[in-house]
């Protein structure tokens, strides 16, 4: 059934349709519509038996979560941007113990300065956290992808993070496809925990490992998220089987077998991606795009397939770790190790500013004229920063390394290298 | 609130049993079948309190919930000494998460169990003083306003114990801690720092908050009774000595929680609902200077010359407390008192 | 959820319960051990009562197994209950803490407990190795000997001058302190055991009366019933009167009341002094004053004899000596005492009326049936004896106030059990307990001095657990109607009293199984036993990391914590 909703209503619809029975609930940008539907969902009976529990914080929010998970509960929270950093002890403890949480981040740029909009700092500042992590293109994939997830959770026994663009999608009112609650139902089977807190069968959870056998555990903490790597195309065509649509899985390929240079993003950017693509193909350009929907684990092996033909990839980031450049990038370039392919970065979107076509078609004619520097950034203020890096020089002279950073990066003086 | 302690003529109410009552009027630790909710092959200190006070606390909550009870439990020396891998020393299900988190998980837990349907099985969230009043203690609070169904127990030996006896806010001033040691004209912990976690409970006006100490067993376990007998969010600070953290000796661990109370430097009470309702009064008050001096901590205020001016302080601290809880006032008859007649 | 079929967390989750596969007995430095040392008041009793250990019967309401305790070591629980000064009260530790336990009231509680139950003692299988002993002297010290001997299996004679049994406790006792069916029951129940009672018989030749009878052993009891004959220049209108002899006449009657006037002066400060006073002012006098030459400090009564006396009226002259008797009026001199507490004249006199002076001014024994034993030594006009009662002629034992002792009826009884033991093991060919000092405290056989290693002072018990608890204070006849008659003045504890009292025992170096060294082991090291060994409890070394706080905080310091072995 196709409705006219926002995003965040949405997500509600569908998370309450995972029948959670325990949900954590503090307020922050852009999430907090997704949690003000569930709350009403609860309130009014309609999402029942379910406790929805207000936090004083979002180190609050993963512990009640926690909590409830290890004791059986299929548990849900939703935060974003300082929001997740603010729990962040608690979801590298969420996935150490093997709790499937399930967690809606509407990515948010982090501060300071502090900045409501959207942007992909947040969720990639986790990437190490040991979640599993789902990036959605739309409001349609938001849905579909919430009911993998837990489906993915629960079979893995690991917490699922599923990231969605602030306001982009949050507050986007769209037509989507709602599950019924009886597709749901037989998608996703009832939580079976793999251990859980019960006075009947008496465990102790969360033990102290000293080096004796740390290591071990962290590389079984690896091999069983790489255990998703086989579930999420499975659980993906299961999904396409009973729904009868495409959500999920690795990769989103977008014209991109034949195509010499290929784009690279998460999230909803790849819709004005695509468009273009499209644009571009049509003026014979030999251009496509490939959509990471699977950040973590890494489909390396897919990624990998996916770029093999082209000669350039251009990796579009929304989020960016200073002092070395691009996240994703990094991956991708792990991943064609060996080939002749020149990987560059392109960071775009930061604190909600638009990704124009204009601007990626700018982008993608610089590449194709051979003048894309390794990292570029997207309609930065080259005038603005200039000014301010020369006031900062006059000032106090800034270390060699520095400056070779800003040269790499087309800002000082320097022409392509 | 319920009558258990009983006049044993002979031994009194402060010892675990007493072979000349029935057994349902012995205290829980004196029951051959107790939960002993933490068992041997612990590895905390000799003589540690904060182990005897879990075990106290925990027993009876298992005995008071016919051992239906799930803990939930803060980073700290509790947790360390009680499960390093490959050994847990508890015997019902437990969880450790983090520092700072023990009393939202409990939240967690209780909200699972009651969307579960599950109305019999009770949660303790459990943590030291760091755990409680310093790192966990938004969560804690968050848990009281709520008034999520959790019983919380903060152990307070007064320092981080387990990082090596650094100064927390439940830290007494003057005592020596590693960061804040005894030299300077105020050596040790600065004075009008700290706050009464359980005062600030009182102050969520939840159900039901009580001080306690390891040595009035019979006193904590009917706090606890009490306390499980509830719903809602409760607290129970209970006072453990730390034979480490606080120089003494480990086989002074009872008698300084003892003269804690009897010095009115620990004040032992019930509240209901925001309001006091019982204190336990002294019995032999004693001078700040009895319970001082058998502490390292404290050295500094003996050794190299004794330090009149801050002993007094310490006093008048205490006497601050005697006076506003009515600690010395002439016990009506201790509520507490039953007499037990001949067994036949 | 074991750990074959585990699919949870490796390392992370951990099974319940398995710590105890860690053992941290291994850090121990010291170890606890259960002890069972010998409370004060055991230790000085007299009569090596196990005060300790029948008060713990008669906390739990188990008054006959109570009783049968103290049977074990005195034949008179009644009887002592009410004449002992009971010296395990001064001992005991909770005198330190509110008031000595009330032993002697719960003693005379089970005394009379056993009367009124009518508990009877079995008698011994009498065995052919059983000897022939006859003991001379039917006070508290030969009855006890005759008693003990009667249960170790041996045929009893005892021979006695007066017409009934009971010495010293007869007729030097007056009957508001000790009534007399009380004392007849106690000696009945002697009798009853098979002993042979001679009454009314003198023995002169010790050793041919030995012979004559057969008598394997002897045990002499003879008391000290001679009067110690103070000097006073007397007119001869003055009447003056022995104690020992108002107090026995007024005991038997065969000679009527004793004549005493409206005055009477007691000349003395022991209890004798007191009883005489008070058996005066029973007899009619208006008036019984006690004149002493030292203070109260240095008087030899005991507290509770003074006080009852001047309850009743009696009044005493301190600091002062008896110079001269005439008719109706005695002269006084006024004393000081001097630096050692000896009292020193000052010249100062004065009269008073005086219409009897009673000398209560001591008594010695009438040795003269020992003239002329050989090996008999003598001391300061005692018997000596060894640590088995036997004097210096084989065979030949004594004991009571005829042996160098303090003079009460309780040590008499405890001499008397020595004897009996000793007596026993002489016939046996045994050499007994040479260390064994007369004056040595017995330890909890009964059969050997107490080790100073087992004595339980205050500062090892933990007092913090006992309950506030004031002793009960037996009630007394009121004084008009007391001093006018030989009720009984102190009256018995009722039931719940006596428990109360038995309660307020601290059952000092002895389990009295609180479950305190249970309940407080952060290591769960302490294991109880059902049912108990050797001790209610035991610890389990695997995991005791000997941190001492089951010993810091057992009420009764019965653990103790020994270097570890290594």
């Known amino acids: 059934m196709f409705e006219q909703i926002e995003g965040s209503q949405a997500v509600a619809r569908a998370v309450a349709a995972c029948r959670p029975e325990v949900i954590c609930a503090y307020p922050i940008s852009p999430q907090t519509h997704i949690v003000e539907g569930l709350s009403r969902l609860v309130k009014s009976g309609r999402l029942a038996p379910c406790e929805f529990v207000n936090v004083e914080s979002e180190y609050a929010a993963m512990s009640v979560a926690i909590g409830a998970s290890a004791t059986g509960a299929r548990a849900y929270t939703a935060t974003a941007s300082q929001g997740l950093l603010y729990m962040t002890e608690a979801l590298y403890n969420a996935s150490g113990l093997g709790l499937p949480i399930v967690m809606t981040v509407a990515n948010r740029a982090i501060g300071a300065p502090i900045n409501i909009w959207n942007d992909h700092s947040d969720s990639m500042s986790q990437r190490d956290s040991g979640w599993i992590q789902l990036y959605v293109e739309s409001n349609q994939e938001a849905v579909d992808v919430h009911l993998q997830a837990f489906r993915l959770a629960e079979a893995l026994s690991l917490p699922v993070m599923v990231c969605m663009d602030g306001f982009i999608l949050t507050h986007a009112v769209e037509s989507v496809e709602l599950p019924g609650q009886e597709q749901v139902d037989q998608f996703l089977p009832a939580f079976e925990p793999r251990q859980q807190l019960d006075p009947e069968h008496p465990l102790t959870i969360g033990a102290m490992v000293g080096p004796e056998a740390y290591t071990e555990v962290r590389y079984l903490a690896h091999y069983k998220q790489m255990q998703a790597l086989d579930l999420i195309p499975e659980v993906a065509g299961l999904f396409e089987q009973r729904f009868g649509r495409s959500s999920g899985g690795f990769l989103r390929h977008y014209r991109s077998d034949d195509a010499g240079t290929i784009v690279v993003a998460l999230g909803s950017v790849l819709g004005t991606i695509e468009d273009v693509v499209d644009e571009l193909r049509d003026a014979g350009e030999h251009i496509g795009a490939v959509g990471i929907r699977t950040f973590r684990p890494w489909p390396a092996d897919e990624v990998r397939a996916a770029l093999a033909g082209a000669k350039r990839v251009i990796v579009l980031e929304k989020a960016f770790a200073i002092g070395i450049g691009g996240i994703v990038s990094q991956d991708v370039h792990g991943a064609l190790a060996g080939l002749p392919i020149s990987v560059h970065t392109a960071i775009a979107g930061l604190g909600g500013r638009p990704i124009t076509k204009a601007s990626l078609r700018q982008l993608l004619a610089d590449a194709r004229a051979g003048q894309l520097a390794p990292i570029t950034f997207v309609d930065l203020n080259h005038a603005l920063v200039d000014a301010e890096i020369q006031r900062m020089l006059s000032a106090r002279r800034s270390g060699p390394h520095a400056e070779n950073m800003l040269r790499d990066i087309g800002i000082v003086g320097a022409g392509p290298v | 609130m319920s009558a258990t302690r009983l006049k044993y003529f002979q031994t009194g109410s402060f010892a675990a049993g007493n072979r000349l009552v029935d057994p349902d009027q012995r205290s829980v630790q004196s029951d051959p079948g107790r939960a002993n909710a933490i068992t041997c092959g612990h590895r905390a200190c000799q003589g540690c309190g904060e182990a005897l006070g879990a075990r106290y606390a925990l027993d009876a909550a298992m005995r008071a919930t016919g051992g239906d009870l799930i803990a939930t439990n803060a980073t700290g020396c509790l947790e360390v000494f009680s499960t390093p891998y490959p050994e847990s020393s508890w015997q019902l299900p437990w969880i450790h998460s983090l520092f700072g988190n023990a009393a939202a998980v409990a939240t967690g837990v209780a909200a699972a169990l009651k969307a579960k349907g599950n109305t019999h099985t009770r949660v303790v969230g459990q943590g030291g003083d760091g755990g409680t009043v310093d790192i966990g203690f938004a969560c804690l609070s968050g848990m009281f306003e709520r008034g999520d169904d959790v019983l919380f127990i903060c152990y307070d030996n007064e320092a981080y114990m387990n990082t090596g006896v650094q100064r927390s806010a439940a830290t007494p001033p003057a005592a020596y801690t590693s960061t804040t040691q005894a030299v300077g004209d105020e050596p040790g912990a600065t004075w009008g720092q700290g706050k009464s976690v359980p005062l600030i409970a009182l102050a969520h006006e939840i159900p039901y908050v009580a001080t306690a100490t390891i040595a009035d067993l019979r006193d904590l376990e009917r706090k606890v009774q009490t306390a499980m007998e509830v719903r809602g969010a409760r607290y129970i600070h209970v006072l453990v000595t730390c034979p480490l953290g606080w120089g003494a000796a480990s086989a002074d661990s009872i008698k300084l929680a003892r003269l804690a109370t009897e010095t009115g430097i620990f004040p032992v009470w019930e509240g209901e609902h925001g309001d006091v309702v019982s204190v336990t009064k002294i019995r032999h008050q004693t001078p700040v200077e009895e319970y001082l001096k058998l502490q390292t901590r404290y050295r500094h205020l003996f050794l190299p010359a004794r330090r009149e001016d801050i002993i007094e302080r310490i006093q008048a601290r205490a006497d601050r407390n005697i006076a506003r809880f009515g600690l010395l006032e002439a016990a009506d008859d201790d509520p507490l008192d039953l007499q037990v007649e001949a067994g036949s | ?566």
């Open chain 3, 1 to 566: 959820m074991s750990s074959g079929t585990r699919t949870t967390p490796f390392a992370i989750t951990l099974d319940v319960g398995s710590s105890r596969a860690n053992l941290t007995g291994s850090w121990r430095t010291e170890r606890p051990q259960y002890a069972r040392l010998t409370a004060p008041c055991g230790a000085g009793c007299p009569a090596a009562e196990d005060v300790q250990q029948w008060l713990y019967h008669a906390e739990e309401g188990g008054y006959e197994a109570a009783w049968r305790r103290i049977m074990e070591r005195n034949p008179f629980p009644a009887i002592s209950g009410r004449i002992c000064y009971h010296p395990c009260e001064t001992a005991c530790n909770r005198a330190q803490l509110d008031a000595a336990v009330g032993i002697n009231s719960v003693e005379r509680f089970l005394g009379d407990q056993a009367l009124a139950k009518g508990w009877q003692i079995e008698p011994a299988q009498l065995l052919g190795t059983g000897g022939r002993v006859l003991v001379i002297g039917a006070g508290p010290s030969g009855l006890s000997a005759a008693y003990h001997l009667a249960l170790l299996g041996h045929h009893v004679t005892v021979r006695d001058m007066a017409p009934a049994a009971g010495g010293m406790m007869r007729y030097g006792i007056p009957k508001y302190r000790l009534p007399r069916e009380i004392l007849d029951a106690e000696i009945q129940r002697i009798a009853e055991l098979g002993v042979d009672f001679q009454l009314g018989a003198h023995v002169s030749d010790l050793i041919a009366e030995r012979a004559a009878g057969g008598y394997d052993a002897v045990f002499l009891a003879v008391g000290a019933t001679l009067p110690q004959r103070t000097y006073i220049p007397a007119g001869s209108a003055a009447r003056i009167i022995d104690a020992i002899a108002l107090l026995r006449n007024a005991e038997d009657g065969s000679a009527g009341p004793p004549l005493l006037g409206r005055r009477v002066t007691v000349y003395g400060g022991g209890n004798t002094a007191m009883d005489a006073a008070r058996t005066a002012k029973r007899l009619g006098a208006e008036e019984s004053i006690v004149v002493y030459r030292r203070d109260r400090e240095h008087m030899p009564a005991h507290e509770s004899e003074l006080m009852e006396a001047l309850q009743e009226g009696i009044k005493v002259k301190w600091l002062t000596t008896i110079t001269e008797a005439g008719a109706g009026e005695i002269t006084v001199e006024r004393m000081e005492l001097d630096e050692h507490g000896y009292p020193q004249p000052t010249g100062q006199f004065e009269r008073l009326g005086a219409d009897t002076v009673v000398l209560a001014t001591g008594q010695v024994s009438d040795l003269s049936l020992l003239e002329g034993m050989p090996g008999i030594e003598l001391e300061d006009r005692v018997v000596r004896v060894d640590g088995n009662m036997m004097t210096g002629h084989p065979g030949i034992f004594a004991g009571g106030d005829m042996v160098p002792a303090e003079r009460t009826a309780t040590v008499a009884i405890g001499h008397g059990r020595r004897a009996a033991h000793g007596i026993d093991r002489w016939l046996r060919g045994e050499t007994g307990n040479p260390e064994w000092g007369l004056h040595d405290s017995a330890s909890a056989t009964g059969v050997g001095p107490v080790p100073q290693t087992a004595q339980v002072p205050f500062e090892r018990l933990n007092t913090w657990y006992f309950s506030d608890a004031p002793r009960t204070v037996r009630e007394q006849l009121d004084a008009i109607r007391r001093t006018s008659t030989f009720d009984e003045v102190v009256l018995g504890l009722d039931e719940a009293n006596a428990l109360f009292e038995a309660r307020r025992c601290m059952s000092c170096g002895n389990c009295l199984a609180c479950d305190n060294c249970y309940g407080v082991c952060p290591d769960n090291a302490v294991v109880k036993l059902d049912p108990p060994g050797a001790y209610a409890y035991a610890f389990d070394l695997d995991y005791c990391k000997g941190c001492g706080l089951c010993a810091q905080e057992c009420p009764c310091g019965a653990i103790e914590m020994l270097p570890e072995p290594i």
